[in-house]
């Protein structure tokens, strides 16, 4: 029986009614959300990473130092071609060697084997700037500046890792981590919805102060968790200082990666991680948080480690 047409037009209205109402739902949706695509892989590139980053903190030792000399390797790189693009003619090759041999060496001597580098590292540089004309004195500057910066700095969490034994240790270092992406979460989440106020409008024009702020908190949190961990002794106060300190540090390595992007003309670092950019990208914030960390919890006397 054919449909009569009052039924015909009532149903053309309602398929016009629900068409309206699907392009106004997309109208009110915020572009960062319409390519669910994007978002998708975002999601999964960021998942694995987590995943990965705990599997390898919490397994053992090595599993950590591999973990640490991978990322030096891998945001070395991404340092190293962002300069040559600001004309700069960095050391590549010795950056990124001496760059994975930080965290490596520090595992296996202490700060000795940190010292052995940095001096190997700066001799080879001389070297190269002595019989290699093209060489500056700023170019052996960024090269040193780039191995310290990614792979000299991770070294806190090595020593961290290696102060308390298993698997306390892995539980220390993977709660930094904890309040590291704690306060880039807690920043974004509150600066992009009540950020009024620029913190630093010309390096990086969407941090806010409001952001900042609840970026310590979200860091001041996870280090008030590390009191409960056996083996570090440290009270809530001192959590909470420490957690303030190591928030601004964080904020600071996030900025200082900006102004290098900015300066060498990038968007991202890399592509080595689909929806988020490069490594150094999500590790900025880690690196002068990880040696400021050691720093507090071995002159507050909260882990025992012998400096040699």
């Not at 994007?38 to 030792?61: E, N, P």
Request: with cysteine; net charge positive; aromatic share 10%.
């Amino acid at each position: 029986m054919a449909p009569r047409p009052d039924e015909k037009a009532e149903a053309e209205d309602d398929r016009s009614r629900t068409g309206r109402i699907k392009d106004f739902a997309y109208e009110k949706t915020p572009e960062k959300l319409k390519n669910a695509t994007d978002l998708q892989v975002r999601f999964r590139t960021g998942f694995v990473y987590v995943a990965l980053s705990v599997l390898c903190i919490l397994v053992s030792d090595w599993t950590t130092v591999a973990f640490l000399v991978a990322t030096a390797g891998i945001t070395a790189g991404e340092f190293y071609y962002m300069l040559r693009s600001d004309a700069k003619l960095p050391n590549e090759m010795l950056g990124i060697i001496a760059a994975v041999l930080y965290p490596l060496s520090v595992y296996i001597a202490g700060l000795v084997g940190a010292m052995l580098v940095s001096l190997a590292l700066l001799l080879a540089l001389l070297v190269w700037y002595v019989f290699w004309l093209r060489a500056r004195i700023p170019d052996v500057g960024v090269s040193f500046f780039g191995a310290a910066y990614t792979g000299l700095l991770l070294c806190g969490l090595v020593i961290i890792r290696v102060s308390l034994p298993a698997p306390w240790g892995g539980a220390c270092v993977l709660l930094l981590f904890l309040s590291v992406w704690a306060n880039d979460a807690f920043a974004y989440l509150v600066g992009s919805k009540i950020g009024r106020h620029k913190l630093a409008p010309r390096t990086s024009p969407k941090k806010s102060w409001e952001g900042f702020i609840a970026g310590l908190v979200g860091s001041v949190i996870f280090w008030c968790l590390m009191t409960l961990v056996p083996g570090i002794t440290m009270a809530i106060p001192q959590a909470i200082v420490f957690g303030i300190i190591s928030g601004c540090m964080g904020v600071l390595g996030d900025l200082a990666e900006s102004r290098i992007k900015r300066n060498s003309g990038f968007k991202d670092s890399g592509t080595i991680m689909p929806g988020h950019g490069g490594l150094l990208d999500r590790s900025d914030s880690l690196f002068l948080t990880s040696i400021t960390a050691a720093i507090l919890l071995i002159a507050g006397g909260c882990i025992p480690y012998a400096l040699f």
